[in-house]
């Protein structure tokens, strides 16, 4: 089982910067990527950045120019930096693990998920 525990939301002007954490605790066997999705009321769930198990990221080509996502296994917590926020960034956003091969863009393939940090972004 993981517990993930996001932090670092907040509210900030158009074109300001947030960096948002993701605490990792517990175990499970096998991690097969990580993600940060975000939610705006009435709307789905998107994904934001994937981080893949080679080390890879991928980003929602919304965010590619402005967002960049990060992994410090040490510490084994998850970043997100988010630079030149817009008001269509806001939403609450949420850390996610998949521990088994399926989509890694797809939220319902995800296992274990935070409870969310609210980004607000004021124009």
């Known amino acids: 089982q993981l517990q993930l525990l996001e932090s670092g939301g907040g509210s900030v002007q158009a074109g300001g910067s947030l960096r948002l954490s993701c605490d990792i605790s517990?175990?499970?066997?096998?991690?097969?990527?990580m993600g940060w999705f975000r939610q705006a009321p009435g709307k789905g769930r998107e994904a934001v950045a994937i981080?893949?198990?080679?080390?890879?990221?991928e980003y929602n080509y919304l965010v590619k120019a402005r967002f960049s996502a990060s992994q410090d296994k040490a510490k084994d917590v998850l970043y997100l930096q988010m630079n030149k926020l817009v008001p269509e960034d806001t939403a609450m956003y949420y850390c996610?693990?998949?521990?088994?091969?399926?989509?890694?863009?797809?939220?319902?393939?995800?296992?274990?998920w935070g409870q969310g940090t609210q980004v607000t972004v004021s124009s």
């Open positions: 981080l893949f198990r080679d080390g890879t990221v």
């Open positions: 996610a693990a998949q521990s088994h091969f399926g989509d890694c863009w797809a939220h319902r393939e995800y296992t274990y």
């Open positions: 517990g175990y499970t066997y096998e991690r097969y990527c």
